[in-house]
């Protein structure tokens, strides 16, 4: 008697299902500007209601005490010193050289192939040595599954965010978009979960034997370990932390380096130009010493910063704030900022939508007013690793386009702002990095060099590694 009724309805579930998959495919990969020009402030969407304190309620957490608590116990393990330690600069350099290594097995094969995972697998091995004290090899042992599972992990989060259809919980399941992005985070979770068990094996072991480290100087890993011991922090939360670690850590810095390698094969004068300041300045190798005198490297650096990285964050304003204008923000307002509109608002920037390095020569940085120019964030919520993320991309990309030469038949925009993305956490191309690469003669010939680099005089704004530098602490 019940079986038609049931078969109706199930025959109806498979029809609004198949319906909003066809919906979900056509939006896909739509013109995210678009999306970000179209959402000047919060709009009301009937029955779902706002959008954004729905989508702040999925996806970001407003700055709770917990999490200035947890921020001021991580922020002393990005310290140049701990980061830059002896021993975690020689892992650095072992990862870039296994890294150059993949390079030369794809410049001799001589096919295209996609950059991003290959950088990726050399970040997470970098950030794996340095800040879990665990090597785990990745580009070595070819497990990049682990780059593309959490590539793939955060995608979900973006599309998710982009496409309401996608926010009901019962919706996301049944997409299986939920499974899949649990998936994917789980040889991660696990990678970590085991690492600091290890630890805290080690942990106990050591205090037994009365050698407990008392230093200042203490790495992610130590901090998390030592709050788990005391109490303070549960092991759930210490993965929770370590894999947005790893994802904010990792994604950002390699999405900016792609670019930048496919950018320099489509702009030949400005790879030139990068390519000739770097021998001008380290001659045959690289130093980390070498990375402040990088000026010209510095610009296209933070010209990619301003195209590609976070779109535009969210939070609750705790006080109210009174803008220059006289105009109150009151407490309790939900505050988007529209990272990407700042990043190309012609107010600001002479050529907004192009890739124009020249946007941070010292002359236009100086006459730029501050806080437009935000890819880090500022302020308690600015980036814990900016400082880390500015010298190692500077230094490894240096070390690499000393070596390699990177070439595409890719067709780039010729307007950033308008161009299509896949959104992770920065923006990446929809057909990815596809590149070729060449080995460079190493000895370079002087005289194919131009009489003079344009800014070889001056010296970046990023300080000379000894010191520490000052670090945000909340
Ligand atoms: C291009 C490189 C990078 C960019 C543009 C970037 C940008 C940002 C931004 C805007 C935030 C603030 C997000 C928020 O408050 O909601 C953030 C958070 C964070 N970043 Fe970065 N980041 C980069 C590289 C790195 C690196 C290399 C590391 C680690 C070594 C790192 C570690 C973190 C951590 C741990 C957080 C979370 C802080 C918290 O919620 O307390 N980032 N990043």
Known sequence: ???????????????????????????????????????????????????????????????????????????????????????????????????????????????????????????????????????????????????????????????????????????FSLSGM??????????????????????????????????????????????????????????????????????????????????????????????????????EVCGQEVTLNDVSKLVYLDMVIKEALRHFTILSLLDTSKRSITLEDNTTLPAGLNIVLFIFDLHHNPEYWQKPSEFYPEHFSPVNELNRPDGVFLPFLAGPRICPGKKYSETSMKYWIAKTLLRYEFLTDEKLPDDFTTADYICTFALCPISGFQVKVQERMLKMQTTSLPPQIAYKNQTSNIPPLTSDGEQSHP
């Not at 499974?179 to 696990?190: D, E, F, L, Q, W």
Request: charged share 25%; proline share 3%.
């Open 1 to 171: 008697m019940w079986v038609p009724y049931v078969t109706v309805f199930l025959f109806v579930c498979l029809i609004v299902i198949w319906i909003m998959f066809i919906t979900y495919s056509k939006r896909k990969n739509q013109k995210i500007y678009d999306f970000m020009a179209s959402t000047p402030g919060p709009i009301a969407v009937p029955v779902f209601g706002n959008i954004f304190v729905l989508s702040k309620h999925l996806f970001f957490e407003s700055k709770s005490d917990a999490w200035r608590k947890m921020r001021r116990m991580i922020t002393p393990a990005f310290r140049n010193s701990v980061l830059w330690s002896p021993t975690h600069t020689k892992n650095f350099d072992y990862h870039t050289e296994v890294f150059l290594n993949t390079l030369k097995d794809h410049a001799k094969n001589g096919e295209k192939f996609d950059l991003l995972t290959t950088v990726h697998s050399c970040n997470l091995d970098m950030l794996c040595d340095n800040l879990l004290g665990h090597r785990v090899d990745i580009q070595k042992k070819n497990l990049s599954f682990y780059s593309k599972n959490m590539m793939r992990s955060s995608e979900i989060i973006f599309e998710r965010f982009f496409r309401f259809l996608l926010w009901p919980k019962c919706v």
């Open 178 to 279: 939920k499974y899949v992005m649990k998936n994917a985070t789980k040889p991660m979770r696990s990678l970590i979960s085991k690492i600091i068990d290890e630890k805290l094996e080690q942990k106990i072991k050591s205090e037994d034997t009365a050698i407990t480290n008392a230093d200042t100087l203490k790495s992610f890993i130590e901090i998390l370990v030592d709050n788990i011991s005391s109490g303070e922090l549960s092991k759930q939360q210490a993965i929770v932390e370590s894999i947005d670690l790893f994802k904010a850590g990792t994604i950002t810095n390699s999405m900016v380096a792609s670019w930048i390698f496919i950018i320099l094969a489509k702009r030949p004068d400005i790879h030139q130009k990068v390519y000739e300041e770097i021998v």
